[in-house]
């Protein structure tokens, strides 16, 4: 990309595609496309292809996806199925159409199978059944893959994909069902303190493990990508460590200061009971994480901190 390359980034004002849109910018990039929900509906392909005819972006970032915890992916799949088919299957495909040089296509680690050899291969994809809570959204998300690799393999065009492993960080969403782990605790454990509250209760066992991923880390690993990978095979994004959701819920309780009772709810589901990626694929291209977990959840904080009475809760 160069720095007056037309850069559109769908999904901005997201968690992810806002941090690509502030990477993307602080690096000097000038002329980077974001419209709103109400500038440019990304279900609507009329839409779409009008927009692209006339802005002519030469790189695409699909940051755009219906997305939330365990709780949220669990009850509504019918969404998470329909609005991500819809999303991906605009995009890709006009993108193609339209002369873009690049597009980036995020998936998720939950496209592996639940039970996978851990720390998850690239190669794991596509060899067992998936987790039942995120069925829906893992399968949109391998369609959006298997159709990124079908327009390289029979059209030639430049569409890579990359698998970020749970993600966190400023402009997540903090809504008290809706959210995944990160932002759903520190929300909770927040108004804990506030409310001098003894006790409260997290979800599920506290004994699955998962690798989280601050967003501006993401944001630089697709800039990266973007600039550096051209191949078929999708890459995982992460960080290679892993942390106990009972660890995790620690570390925020003490990074908020409240020192309460944790009492966990099992009528919640667990999810998968292991979650690490092998990202030893993208550090072999020369990139690695920057923010450990105890600075990212800080930052994360202290960002809620500031918008706690303006964001989505
Ligand atoms: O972050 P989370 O919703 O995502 O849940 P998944 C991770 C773990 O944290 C689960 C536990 O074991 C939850 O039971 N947990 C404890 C909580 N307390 C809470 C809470 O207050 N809120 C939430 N949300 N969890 C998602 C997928 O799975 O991962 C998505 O459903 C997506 O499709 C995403 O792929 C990255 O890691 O279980």
């Not at 995009?91 to 592996?112: A, N, R």
């Not at 501006?216 to 890459?235: E, K, Q, T």
Request: proline share 5%.
């Amino acid at each position: 990309m160069n720095k007056d390359s037309a850069i559109f980034v769908a999904g901005a004002r997201g968690l992810v595609g806002s941090a690509i849109v502030r990477r993307l910018q602080a690096s000097g990039y000038t002329n980077v496309l974001y419209p709103s929900r109400q500038e440019l509906d990304l279900s609507d392909a009329d839409q779409v292809k009008k927009y692209f005819e006339g802005m002519k972006p030469e790189y695409v970032f699909i940051a755009a996806a219906k997305v939330g915890g365990i709780l949220a992916n669990n009850t509504q799949p019918v969404e998470f199925l329909l609005e991500n088919l819809k999303i991906q299957n605009t995009l890709i495909p006009i993108s193609y159409e339209c002369g873009v040089k690049k597009l980036l296509f995020l998936g998720s680690t939950c496209i592996y199978p639940k039970f996978c050899e851990q720390p998850i291969k690239e190669s794991a994809l596509l060899s067992g059944p998936l987790e039942p809570t995120n069925e829906a959204y893992a399968i949109a998300k391998i369609a959006g893959i298997k159709l990124c690799q079908a327009y390289k393999k029979e059209y030639g065009f430049n569409a890579i994909c990359a698998q970020p492993t749970n993600l966190y960080g400023p402009n997540d969403n903090f809504s008290s069902t809706g959210s995944h782990v990160i932002p759903g605790l520190m929300r909770r454990i927040m108004e804990a303190k506030e409310a001098k509250l003894e006790k409260i209760a997290c979800w599920g066992t506290g004994t699955p493990t998962r690798e989280f991923l601050f967003v501006d880390d993401l944001a630089d690993a697709c800039i990266f990508l973007m600039d550096s990978y051209d191949g078929i095979d999708i890459v995982n994004v992460g960080t290679g460590d892993e942390i106990s959701i009972a660890d995790l819920t620690k570390l925020i309780c003490e990074q908020v200061g409240w020192e309460g009772e944790i009492e966990w709810d099992t009528s919640k589901p667990d999810g998968t009971p292991r979650k690490v990626c092998d990202i030893s694929k993208l550090k072999s291209l020369g990139w690695n994480p920057k923010v450990d977990l105890a600075k990212g959840i800080e930052l994360t904080l202290s960002w809620f901190k500031e918008h706690q009475n303006s964001i989505r809760t």
